[in-house]
């Protein structure tokens, strides 16, 4: 027999799942609820909506139509969250640039995203100025002056406040085809320019409803529940500020956005406006942390989910110090991003046993409707035994269906019907995912596999280190080595020895394979980072992996 | 310009809302966590999920396919449970059968549905082999003895546990069109035959998706949190029990499954396995309380949610001084069930003042995704005012499509395109929905609508009144009136006066409508119920709505 299917009611309303529905009833049951943009906007979820519906307005006024791309160049702030909804709710596609590419490749996502539409802070004016000859496509810029009095640039068509006071609130949102696309930005990949992806509709809501489950339903204490005041740490223009205003949003929550990250503000805005969840990158935390210690302020209760690149067991000890509540979430570009959450159990201390996980590596468990696997390179799945590796391979509702016209990368991406994240993982009998390495970053040294973020974290631990990061490097003899390129405390000069005491600790424990013993290193004044803050392996791997000292 | 569509990988996988990815990492994750059916099993989820496997296994020897209804009579059980997995994660029909409905309107629904397959629980046997002989489709009967060591009926193919324990557990379950039917069952309508509902994989996904985020992130506390044991106390034929079993089971939490309602097990259950979330109708709670306050039993901090009637002021205040914490939720057979929650506040006590709603009918804000509207004959939506009434209609990606084989209602059911409730609601200004009365149960009078819930609960509340009732009858001068029917207290006699004694007062104060005042009553014994424990308002009309007194 077939599948049974329902004939349905002639009037009968399938209600898709667009982005608009995400409102639904937000303004009836938080509507007095507060939506904060540093110290220069604080309106209410009812002028929130309202604003919305004049962004559309205003968008449309300027020839926004379906299917056009509408870029926005804007640190974090109440207008983004309006473009985060209004753009897409008028099936129009937003693109959230990264401020932070260099700006031949700023210029390069716009015009492969064929941007018409650009909104811009006034921060980024040069960069559009010494951009715009290159952009033809590009129609209308609306200028957010964001309170300065300046004269408006000649190029643009008028000011963001201005045109929405200007602008009906009553948008006449429609509902369509859920498998729209709604948001698209590029990911900064490890060869060539930036690689371009996209999400629906269907995926941002589906994201939104089940990442909303375990952050809300976690525990007895929720990561995140309506009393909650919530501010992004991530920047807005990266991967949706991993999916967490739409959650907040659809939750009715308060919001604080920080506009640019300036620790100062950030721990101000946390006091003043009794911020309890933020998420971000490590590097942030520690931002934050170095400037809370400085002025002496208060971060207890202050719940943070920490992602994008591994967690040093100083800096969660310094976060747990000040009664931080940390947990890893683990995700990417591709990813929308959230596919697993370390759902169950905050990060551990360093009491904590043999049996723990390392929290460098804890990536949590998979989502609601997630399936995450480790594989070999023929696509069989490894045991979950929490030692066997193999790559994390990803099947779920909202992972990106492609690289934006590139054929190639984008059937690689999805090689065997998964969605190949280059992360190398175990995951142990619970189901918690542990990255262990990147594909690339992989150091197979005489049919060994050392593991170099393990190594990286050893390496940092010691004394005279300020920071490590290890990558592989061309040997003639075991055909790879781990190169570690610290930066040293001051005062400090570190040895060869002194750089493995720690890991020869780790080789005597059984920690780590004797494989890993560092046979180099190299000293830098500061490690190169990517512009979303982490180690840049591809710039150190092109300085130091093509001319490595021999063994 | 169109909409912007994604092209796709080549081996891009969409993964389909299916039910079978609500388990997705649940073993993993919870692997150890228990399932438990009264004092007869107590597995966990690795086992559940095994079973899972071996259900779908046997009831494909069994014949069962694609699109074929398998339908289940049994007490909430582990078993129940499992069909509620396996059954539409093989492409197949479950039919949850109502097992309180007449045994002509059982035969019914299962020739309507028709149900070829059929899962009974030893106490149906009687109305099994009743009913055999009128339902010819019936191919395969599979037996629960629920651990009695009689010999097995001759028309069965054989007991649960023996075939289960023969099944394979590695059923290959796959993905199809998340819009196939996955469950239905009937819903005892006003008029004639039971009305067939059905659901599809997609809608109970995002039934579980999007209510699981409101119950976890409700509050500081939430409703449901992965330290919660859980223990349906809405029977398992009774929608999905809410939906709640999709959900605890996808969160992973402990879950109590308490087979046939016996107040004294429930009770006992509770305490053994530190049950902490339930959900049932007001009688249940009473039944509960009663059992209870008998036996001296613990009620602290468990979380209730009420739906399905009104619950009582005495009887919300009696759960309170028990330590309960009770929360009303709102929906029908017809909606999943779950439209709107009581996020934000609990149900307020007797010390609510003026401003606080009446507990008896706050149904809560609507929940993710979800349109409640209320609206006038013409469909005109009625303003959120606190006063304004209007048919309860609502839009939402989980509302059955169709009145199964009924054309006519059907589009009754959506007419406008929005499914009509025939419930009776005003909303206030913080999207709190309350329900006055249902449509049927309207009293028009002298050009006045009179509150017939809230009269109801007016002349509960009188001295010698057990119970009552509020119809209107037709009055030759007035259009309507309305009639109390009444069941005294132990050795009371009623009189109009006493029974107009608590109306008075709100008259006075100004709570309700002059014309709400009695001029007529009635005494019976006992107030006739619906399958579901609600006063069967039908019933009564019928009785004295055709041959009312007179005025």
């Not at 990255?435 to 974290?457: A, F, M, N």
């Not at 005491?501 to 424990?509: N, W």
């Not at 979303?532 to 490595?548: F, P, S």
Request: charged content about 20%; hydrophobic content about 40%.
């Amino acid at each position: 027999m077939p599948l049974r299917f329902a004939e349905t009611a002639t009037e009968y309303h399938r209600a898709p799942l667009t982005i608009r529905h995400l409102l639904n009833g937000v303004v009836a049951k938080a509507g007095d609820q507060r939506i904060v943009y540093r110290d220069r906007a604080d309106i209410d979820y009812r002028e929130f909506v309202g604003r919305v519906g004049r962004l559309a307005s205003l968008l449309e006024a300027a020839g926004a139509t379906q299917g056009m791309t509408v870029a926005v160049m804007d640190w974090d702030s109440h207008r983004y969250l309006e473009a985060y909804f209004a753009v897409p709710m008028m099936g129009a596609v937003l693109q959230t640039v990264n401020i932070r590419l260099p700006q031949p490749q700023i210029a390069y996502t716009l015009q492969h995203a064929e941007a018409e539409i650009l909104i811009v802070h006034r921060d980024f004016f040069p960069i559009v100025e010494a951009l715009r000859s290159r952009l033809p496509r590009l129609k209308a810029i609306v200028a957010i002056m964001d309170g300065a009095g300046d004269a408006l640039p000649s190029w643009c068509i008028g000011e963001y406040e201005t045109l929405s006071a200007a602008a009906s609130p009553d948008y006449p949102f429609e509902d369509f085809d859920e498998n729209a696309v709604a948001t698209t930005f590029y990911t900064s990949g490890t060869t060539g320019n930036p690689k371009g992806v996209c999400f629906t509709h269907r995926q941002l809501v589906l994201h939104t409803l089940a990442i909303s489950a375990p952050f809300g339903a976690s525990d007895a204490a929720p990561w995140i529940g309506v009393g909650d005041v919530y501010m992004p740490l991530t920047p807005m223009f990266h991967v949706h500020a991993w999916g967490f205003p739409y959650i907040a949003t659809m939750l009715g929550l308060k919001q604080v956005y920080p506009g640019r990250y300036e620790p100062a503000t950030i721990c101000a805005l946390r006091e003043t406006h009794g911020v309890s969840y933020s998420h971000c990158v490590p590097t942030v935390l520690e931002m934050v942390l170095n400037s809370a210690e400085d002025r002496g302020a208060d971060l207890a209760g202050w719940k943070v989910t920490i992602g994008g690149s591994a967690l040093t067991r100083s800096l969660l000890a310094r976060g747990q110090a000040h009664g931080m509540r940390l947990g890893a979430a683990y995700g990417m570009s591709e990813t929308c991003p959230v596919v697993a959450v370390a759902g169950r159990r905050e990060l551990p201390g360093d009491e904590g046993g043999a049996g723990m996980p390392d929290p460098l590596s804890l990536a949590g468990v998979s989502a609601p409707l997630v399936e995450v696997r480790i594989a070999d390179e023929n696509m069989n799945p490894a045991p979950h035994d929490g030692r066997t590796r193999g790559e994390v391979v990803v099947r779920s509702p909202w992972l990106t269906p492609l690289y934006t016209g590139d054929r190639k990368a984008t059937d690689a991406l999805w090689r065997g019907g998964w969605m190949h994240t280059q992360d190398i993982a175990t995951i142990d009998p619970w189901g918690q995912v542990q990255i262990r390495d990147r594909l690339k970053d992989v150091v197979k040294t005489g049919g060994e596999w050392v593991d170099s973020l393990q190594l990286e974290e050893l390496v940092a631990t010691g004394e005279g280190i300020a920071e490590a990061a290890v990558i592989a490097v061309p040997d003639v003899r075991w055909g790879e080595r781990p190169l570690a390129v610290v930066v040293a405390a001051p005062g400090c000069v570190p040895t060869l020895d002194s750089i493995n005491l720690p890991v020869d600790f780790a080789i005597a424990d059984g920690r780590i394979t004797r494989y890993a013993r560092l046979d180099r290193f190299a000293v830098v004044d500061q490690l190169p980072r990517t512009s979303v803050g982490k180690i840049d392996k591809k710039l150190l791997r092109a300085r130091y992996a093509e001319d490595a000292p021999s063994s």
